[in-house]
């Protein structure tokens, strides 16, 4: 094991967390207001429309495809009954499938941005940094997935990735997991922590601010004024 493999699966990750939850906190006490997606709805929504429901219900599907194969410990599937076939069939399929809808939505989306004037000229480094680093951690994620694991491929991430990630979490990563994974995996996995790195900076930070206060908020009740009431009103 070299010095390389210890940097990479081992110091290189704590490094990007580390960015990633400072970076987080130095964002919200430096700059509150520019915590959002900053919506260009207004310049373009069409091409918006199509993209955004796309690409986000895409990307919600694939996180918890993550969760269920790299947080959950494959011993779980074993004892609910779950087995090899069962699992891998559903992460090809329904897995694939997801990883369709998200490309083809950030595709959308890109091009929206690049093909709109308007956009294109409100736009900063940082947003075509982020959509872009987006792109590529999906598409070689969904290149693994089709390209290596539906073509008969026998490396199981879950008895690999799966513990090094979670031994991450833990503070006592075993590096080797990684060093006989597929360049496939393991580029995508170097490639999401570089995300990890850049996200506190761009506007990916929204995905934190979930309005979840409009659940418990009470209902705006609005009626229309009456043509009387309209005219006095108008007259003051």
Not at 79 to 102: D, N, Q
Not at 133 to 149: D, E, K, P, Q
Not at 217 to 236: D, H
Request: charged letters at 15%; proline letters at 3%.
């Amino acid at each position: 094991m070299s010095s390389l493999d210890l940097f990479l699966w081992v110091i290189f990750p704590y490094i990007c967390l580390t960015i990633f939850v400072l970076g987080h906190i130095y964002r919200y006490n430096t700059d509150q207001f520019g915590w959002s997606a900053k919506s260009s709805e207004f310049l373009e929504k069409k091409k918006l429309k199509w993209g955004s429901i796309l690409f986000h219900w895409g990307i919600i599907f694939v996180f918890f495809g993550h969760v269920a194969g790299v947080l959950i410990p494959k011993v779980f599937y074993d004892t609910v009954g779950i087995t090899e076939h069962m699992y891998h069939f559903g992460a090809v399929w329904f897995g694939g499938a997801a990883g369709v809808i998200c490309v083809i939505g950030g595709a959308l989306l890109f091009a929206r941005r690049a093909s709109v004037k308007r956009i294109k000229m409100n736009s900063q480094f940082k947003d075509w940094l982020s959509l872009v680093m987006l792109g590529i951690v999906v598409i070689v994620g969904f290149t693994n997935t089709v390209g290596y694991t539906a073509s008969g491929g026998d490396f199981d991430y879950r008895v690999t990735i799966g513990p090094w990630f979670r031994g991450l979490l833990t503070f006592n990563p075993d590096h080797a997991y990684m060093i006989g994974a597929p360049i496939g995996f393991q580029a995508h996995v170097l490639l999401a922590f570089v995300l990890f790195a850049i996200w506190p900076f761009t506007r990916l930070v929204h995905v934190w601010s979930l309005p979840l206060a409009y659940l418990k908020r009470r209902y705006l009740v609005y009626r229309k004024m009456s043509p009387a009431k309209n005219q006095n009103v108008t007259k003051r």
